[in-house]
């Protein structure tokens, strides 16, 4: 047996032991389950899993979306449980703020049953080897279950949407027929970071069950967005930079005419990827590779590991709308999340190809233009501010906070050329409700494998701030509140830590 299929031995006989305390308990209570879920592709997708799962059980339940477990949230959600004693489940959040939810969530002076799933570092823990997690790992079960307990990382081998699979698998081994969502979170989270796009760890043995399923396919293809216009999906890709096309779809354009590919489609829109003919595709990545390798000098095998990768396709899906490829379905489950419509994310993902399909490809659109605004204004206005160890951008009126986290992401993942990729960001945007900032950091993987965890760097920013809020994540991705008076403050703090880390390492 190999390493991550006895890691996965250990997680499910523990998952168990989760189910019978969440089946005992739900005995005990007369109301429906309470899901709480992050609002991102993966949490929506955990919603969408746990929503099947226990529909399937015949349990009734409701989900509520929230953008973050806040301290405020957990006070709200105290009050509402004393009221009607729903036994609660936490999804993609709460590890994090495990010892908030044990000192709040008690009615007269005992603890009120929940459980979480989750697969962020739990509260506290600085990395992967702190020794604490297992302390908390005896602690918490069996309400609580984490991949870190088990020896497998949170950030990169299994979402939190994976996690709701293994416990829907444990209530009912029917569920296995979900493995296909928990993939949707799984690289909503961008986890498939694998050579060539491919899955590790748990993410790699839930994929073998979809495959067995019969539910995805992998085809060996090129890295380009498929249902985009192929000039544009070329000319605005974030992996493949072609020094003269990207960025000029117009450019691009011609240079797919050139190769004697026709581009437009018989209703007179321009092709896609998925247009194309395995002949053309050929034509296409020989085309490609040359353009680099002689005009712009990059080694074959360099741009050859770029361009093609793995493509997850849901089989039962129509080819060319947003829900045949993995990465475009939780692209557009992202979408909803961003603009405060999780619900519309979650009843897709749990089936739903009507209404709120509908209504979700609508929302994309406007969606993908905030972002394009948003990224347009911060190319030509030089918002991006540099310190020594880390750079940081206020969003103002222009970034509203609940893509704040998308917008920093997208520019380390493009490797934008008005950042530095090699130090971690941090955008802020202001909420509308509270004097505070919203605040995001994003690492690039060649920092995180030099020892940044911005997770660590924002809970330690915090306390070095005396700042009592609730902060963290995974090394390449965390994210906090600050008070409006404290943000010069806190952002000097990260950049110590950051040069700390770095100099740690060393
Ligand atoms: O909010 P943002 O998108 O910046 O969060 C980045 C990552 O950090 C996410 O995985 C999020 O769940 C996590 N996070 C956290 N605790 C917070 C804020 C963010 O674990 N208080
Ligand atoms: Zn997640």
Redesign the pocket.
């Known amino acids: 047996m190999n390493d991550i299929k006895e890691k996965a031995v250990l997680l499910m006989a523990d998952m168990e032991k989760t189910k019978d305390f969440f089946l005992q308990n739900y005995k005990k209570t007369e109301s429906p389950v309470s899901i709480y879920t992050?609002l991102?592709a993966d949490g929506l997708s955990s919603g969408a899993i746990l929503g099947k799962a226990l529909y399937n059980e015949h349990i009734p339940f409701q989900i509520t979306v929230l953008k973050?477990l806040?301290l405020n949230e957990i006070k709200k959600i105290a009050r509402k449980v004393k009221e009607y004693h729903n036994l609660i489940i936490f999804s993609?959040?709460g590890s994090?703020q495990y010892l908030e939810l044990s000192k709040n969530l008690k009615v007269n002076g005992l603890s009120i049953p929940y459980i979480i799933l989750d697969h962020?570092l739990p509260q506290q823990i600085r990395d992967k080897s702190d020794e604490e997690i297992k302390d908390i790992y005896e602690e918490t079960r069996p309400w609580h279950i984490n991949p870190y307990f088990y020896g497998i990382n949170g950030s990169i081998e299994v979402s939190g949407a994976g996690m709701c699979y293994y416990f829907a698998k444990a209530l009912n081994v029917q569920n296995k027929k979900l493995a296909s969502i928990a993939l949707v979170g799984a690289i909503g989270?961008i986890q498939n970071k694998g050579e060539n796009a491919s899955f590790n760890g748990l993410n790699s043995l839930i994929l073998k069950q979809a495959l067995e399923l019969e539910q995805v396919e992998i085809i060996n293809d090129l890295n380009f967005s498929s249902i985009k216009p192929l000039n544009e999906a070329i000319a605005y890709s974030s992996s493949i930079k072609l020094a003269g096309l990207s960025g000029n779809p117009n450019k691009m354009l011609k240079f797919l005419l050139k190769l004697g590919v026709i581009m437009e489609k018989s209703d007179g829109q321009i092709k896609t990827l998925n247009d194309l003919s395995k002949g053309e595709k050929k034509k296409l990545t020989s085309a490609l590779i040359e353009y680099a390798t002689i005009k712009l000098d990059i080694e074959p095998s360099e741009i050859y590991k770029n361009l093609i990768i793995n493509r997850y396709i849901l089989k039962n899906e129509i080819v060319g709308s947003e829900l045949h490829d993995l990465n475009e379905f939780s692209n557009l489950l992202n979408s909803c999340g961003r603009t405060n419509n999780g619900s519309l994310g979650i009843a897709i993902a749990m089936g739903d190809r009507r209404i709120a399909y509908q209504k979700a490809k609508d929302n994309l659109i406007k969606y993908k233009k905030s972002i394009m605004i948003a990224l347009q204004w911060l190319n030509e206005n030089k918002i991006i501010q540099q310190k020594e160890y880390i750079q940081f951008f206020d969003g103002k009126d222009m970034i509203k906070e609940i893509i704040?986290?998308t917008i920093?992401s997208m520019l380390i993942l493009d490797e934008s050329s008005i950042i530095d990729i090699n130090k971690p960001i941090f955008g802020y945007a202001k909420r509308e409700e509270e004097a505070v900032y919203?605040?995001?950091?994003r690492a690039h993987q060649i920092i995180v494998d030099k020892g940044i965890n911005l997770?660590e760097v924002i809970r330690k920013a915090l306390e070095m701030s005396s700042l009592e809020v609730?902060?963290?994540?995974?090394p390449p991705?965390?994210?906090?509140k600050v008070p409006i008076d404290k943000i010069n403050i806190f952002l000097e703090n990260c950049n110590q830590i950051v040069k700390n880390q770095l100099e740690k390492e060393k």
Request: aromatic share 4%; charged share 20%; hydrophobic share 25%.
């Open positions: 992050h991102d973050q806040e993609d959040f994090g962020h989270d704040v986290g920093a919203k605040v995001s950091g997770s609730l902060g963290g994540g995974h991705a965390a994210g906090t």
